[in-house]
């Protein structure tokens, strides 16, 4: 439409110069903020995006808490974003555009319905097509092949065949050039992963020198395997706290090689820094003096590199004396839930420079296991204050040899208006094969206002 056909139409229309050059410039930058996702951006122009999250998405807690982070971002920086997950570039470029976006499951058939402008055919072959009554992807992907591409060229078998999966789509990476990275060229392709793992240590100890020369350490680390067909396979590591240990991170890239994918060979390697941080130089431990506190940042790195980082992590002491509101989760290498500026273990709220011997209270002990919820058990007890004799639970009696208690735990009724009266006498309770349970009776034994008097197992020391 002519601009002023289309101020006529539209009085006050704001008109702005196009500018494709920073448009383009601008889609780059947002593939290269888009690596905290996956190591394999690129740029689908004009206007999307390619993100290879199959080896990185189990850090980010799967693929749709990934996505729904991304579209999360891209939303408060002012974007419009449309987003989808599936087993191949082409399906997942249909189905942001053109269909339901979200994750498309394995293996599930979502094209069919979706109009011809999915595949991505060029402007006068898409309109070519609906003139022969081709307006959706399954009856043209039903149709014979032959006759088509001797009409077409194989612009239209290609493009359904990278539908399908049958012929690999390679995207071109992005990778900014700032970042700390190493690459080695092969003169023969490697396909082994022990030749794999002597590259890896090179890589490593290169970028290790790289990082130590700018007071750095590494965060996270993406390795890329450039196949001799054009693909990229890539595998990525984090750490709880930035390293340039060469020897702790080229363990951990070892140990990720089984996720590889060689193919017909791999010709070079690269190793890239996406993510570093300051860090200081450090006194190297001496063999005559033992650490105090024993260095967990390394089991921890490879435990979140295995299973997620939101499976590795740590409990902190929450101010509750409901049992089951006085804990919360933490990231691992977290020193305490304390506040900054408060000494280490200083409870959460504790304020700077207080004194404390610990972030839990020492003086009331609590099982090293807590049920969520509290199961109810069937108990025998006199009423008002004493241990239960005998409670089954599950179908199993325990008698029960040693006790202590009852230790009183009334509800938070400044939090909570229904647990004005509400009160819990929790036992310590040890039956006869040495077993040690918590017990608690929802009451307390002569008010009827206060609970029902029922008994429940909450935990075992």
């Not at 689908?44 to 290879?52: C, H, N, Q, R, V």
């Not at 307006?135 to 290609?158: E, F, K, M, Q, S």
């Not at 700390?180 to 082994?192: D, I, N």
Request: net charge negative; proline share 9%; hydrophobic share 45%.
């Amino acid at each position: 439409m002519k601009l002023a056909q289309a101020q006529a139409l539209v009085p006050g229309l704001m008109v702005f110069d196009a500018d494709p050059e920073g448009d383009a410039a601008e889609l780059v930058r947002l593939a290269e903020w888009c690596l905290r996702y996956a190591p394999l951006a690129a740029v689908d122009a004009p206007d999307g995006l390619w993100i290879e999250v199959s080896g990185s998405a189990h850090l980010h807690g799967g693929e749709a808490r990934l996505l729904r982070d991304l579209e999360r971002r891209l939303g408060e920086q002012g974007l419009r974003v449309r987003a989808a997950v599936a087993d191949t570039p082409a399906v997942a470029h249909a189905v942001a555009r053109f269909g339901e976006a979200g994750v498309v499951p394995p293996g599930a058939s979502v094209l069919a319905d979706l109009p011809i402008e999915a595949l991505r055919l060029p402007v006068a072959v898409a309109a070519d097509l609906r003139l022969m009554g081709f307006d959706r992807i399954g009856p043209l992907a039903a149709a014979a092949r032959a006759p088509l591409v001797r009409r077409y060229g194989t612009v239209l078998a290609l493009r359904l065949d990278q539908a399908a999966g049958r012929v690999f789509e390679p995207i071109e990476p992005v990778v900014p050039a700032a970042l700390v990275q190493a690459r080695l060229e092969f003169v023969e392709p490697l396909m082994t992963a022990e030749a794999f793992s002597v590259v890896i240590a090179r890589l490593v100890a290169s970028v290790c020198g790289d990082l130590e020369r700018a007071g750095q350490g590494a965060r996270r680390l993406d390795l890329l395997f450039e196949r001799v067909d054009g693909s990229v396979q890539a595998v990525r590591i984090g750490t709880a706290r930035p390293v340039r240990d060469a020897r702790h991170l080229g363990r951990m890239l070892d140990e990720r090689l089984e996720q590889v994918d060689p193919g017909p060979g791999v010709e070079a390697m690269r190793l890239v820094v996406a993510v570093a941080e300051p860090l200081g130089f450090i006194q190297a431990a001496s063999c005559l003096i033992a650490p105090s506190v024993p260095d967990i940042a390394p089991l921890v790195d490879r435990l979140a590199n295995r299973l997620g980082a939101a499976a590795v992590y740590r409990i902190a002491p929450v101010e509750s004396y409901v049992p089951e509101r006085s804990v919360r989760r933490v990231a691992a290498m977290t020193a305490s839930g304390a506040p900054p500026g408060a000494p280490p273990g200083a409870p959460p709220g504790a304020p700077p420079g207080a004194t404390v011997s610990g972030g839990w209270p020492e003086d009331l002990p609590r099982p090293v296991r807590l049920l969520d919820p509290p199961q109810p058990v069937e108990a025998m007890a006199l009423l008002p204050d004493h241990p239960p004799v005998a409670f089954t639970w599950r179908r199993v009696r325990h008698r029960v040899q040693h006790a202590d208690g009852p230790e009183r735990i009334a509800g938070e009724w400044w939090k909570r208006d229904g647990e004005w009266f509400s009160v819990r006498d929790y036992f310590r309770v040890e039956d006869e094969d040495g077993r040690r349970f918590w017990l608690f009776r929802r009451g307390n034994g002569s008010a009827a206002e206060t609970g029902d008097m029922r008994w429940f197992l909450h935990g075992f020391f």
